[in-house]
């Protein structure tokens, strides 16, 4: 990668330095003041930094002594001792800044924000979420970030790989969200030792090959639950499922184009997933109890849900031979879609720390970017997890964990991103979680699956959502 003379002096800081900060910190263990999967602390000494730090380039603003009001539900500052992150030392360190947290509760952390814009209180960033576009912005709580690109080196190599990922969320032709890295994809779990004993091809070898597709995947979960003996009971999938599926797709339910909010709900590929949908709920083959992990007892051939669940899922099967694929594509398609987080930070309006915030999301991504960072993290990565005791709780393997930086790069699999979760509740709520207050999005990844669900079928489930759907986007679309 090609950088200027003062990010090369931020990595060469990074790089002297990151040994010896992991020797301080318990092998394995994590922040808990981030809750981000790729959260890892490394100190940058002051010592160090001193002495690499030369004059800022031109477009390197000058924010030495400036505090950042971050106003969120966990804290960016290391707690209990923990280490500084790597952002935060290289922010703190060759920048000079500072970051304040501002305790919100998540469930309130909104109205916070919002009430503090309002009274002209210090608040300047605050985390993405699945509802910050379009909601966010019309109620006026963020401002873009198109006036800082030369701070973030935006047009630079180190940003090359986001630049379709930041277009897709874009918003009244500004980029309010540009993500430092894309983390907790949902992905397919699944057990080699149990697919070589019902004689299946390996999912990670098709997906390699490109084979890895809706039809292969229903008639494995067809024939796996055809198998059954009397008295016993077998599944295709469990866990958390119709979200990813349907994305896998390569559609969304709301999308914008030309500045306009559109509609796809009636589009043919979207029909076709939740139609497979309905398929696996009404035959039996979705497993709707609750895990945490891959099940152990070798009834269900898939489980579905975001990466974070696999360290457990090894530990509990231990002897299974795990490893995970991509959510399948469609036969229509010759992309994998992938559904996960966007890891960023949003400039809050009315604040007057526009540089200062566009320095610390540089540092986020340079965090992420670094290639002895990377090591470093992957090494963390692979440690395994232990009570006091010696029981593992938890590991990942090095073939799962370059699978997973694979999905999560958004030049192998495409990311999703559907407006409809930024809509307000009508769209995407859960209210008291029947289905009378439920949002649509909701209705659209649960309705069909589960054998309690109140669409017999998709035609019926589309039409009640249609207009619905249609409301919301006449009242953004003025």
Request: charged share 25%; hydrophobic share 35%.
């Amino acid at each position: 990668m090609k950088y200027n003379k003062k990010i090369l002096m931020i990595l060469v800081s990074f790089l002297l330095c990151s040994f010896t900060s992991c020797e301080n910190k318990p092998a394995g263990s994590l922040s808990e003041s981030e809750p981000e999967s790729s959260q890892l602390s490394f100190e940058i000494s002051e010592e160090t930094s001193s002495e690499i730090i030369t004059e800022p380039s031109h477009n390197e603003p000058d924010i030495s002594g400036q505090t950042i009001y971050w106003l969120a539900d966990y804290n960016l500052n290391p707690e209990n001792g923990e280490n500084r992150s790597t952002a935060l030392s290289l922010f703190e360190d060759i920048y000079g800044g500072k970051i304040e947290y501002i305790y919100a509760d998540a469930d309130e952390k909104f109205e916070v924000l919002d009430a503090r814009i309002r009274a002209g209180e210090p608040v300047d960033m605050f985390p993405y979420e699945i509802n910050t576009i379009p909601e966010g912005v019309t109620k006026n709580l963020y401002q873009p970030l198109d006036d800082y690109f030369d701070i973030l080196e935006w047009d630079s190599e180190l940003w090359e790989d986001m630049h379709n990922t930041a277009d897709i969320l874009s918003y009244n032709g500004s980029h309010y969200v540009l993500p430092y890295s894309i983390s907790d994809p949902f992905v397919i779990t699944y057990s080699r030792k149990l697919m070589k004993s019902e004689n299946f091809e390996d999912p990670y070898k098709l997906y390699q090959e490109g084979k890895w597709d809706w039809d292969i995947f229903m008639n494995m979960m067809k024939t796996f639950e055809s198998r059954q003996v009397e008295g016993t009971y077998r599944y295709g999938i469990a866990g958390q499922f119709g979200k990813a599926f349907l994305y896998s797709s390569g559609k969304t339910v709301v999308s914008l184009n030309n500045g306009k909010f559109v509609n796809n709900i009636g589009d043919t590929s979207i029909a076709k997933a939740e139609t497979l949908m309905n398929e696996i709920g009404k035959n039996g083959l979705y497993n709707n109890r609750w895990y945490s992990n891959f099940p152990s007892n070798e009834n269900t051939l898939f489980y579905a849900m975001e990466s974070w669940s696999l360290s457990e899922s090894n530990a509990v099967n231990p002897d299974s031979d795990l490893m995970i694929v991509p959510f399948p594509k469609s036969p229509d398609t010759d992309k994998y879609y992938m559904s996960a987080n966007y890891n960023a930070r949003m400039l809050v309006k009315n604040s007057d720390k526009g540089e200062a915030v566009s320095a610390y999301i540089k540092c986020e991504r340079l965090a992420e970017t670094s290639a002895k960072y990377q090591e470093e993290k992957k090494k963390q990565a692979l440690i395994k997890k232990t009570t006091p005791k010696g029981i593992i709780t938890g590991f990942i393997t090095e073939e799962q964990y370059n699978a997973l930086q694979e999905y999560t790069n958004p030049e192998i699999c495409t990311p999703i991103f559907d407006f409809g979760y930024g809509m307000g509740s009508v769209m995407y709520g859960e209210g008291d979680y029947t289905y009378a207050t439920s949002g649509v999005m909701n209705k659209l990844i649960y309705e069909l699956i589960e054998d309690n669900g109140h669409a017999e079928n998709w035609d019926i489930l589309r039409d009640s959502c249609k207009e619905i759907i249609d409301a919301e986007i006449v009242k953004l679309n003025k």
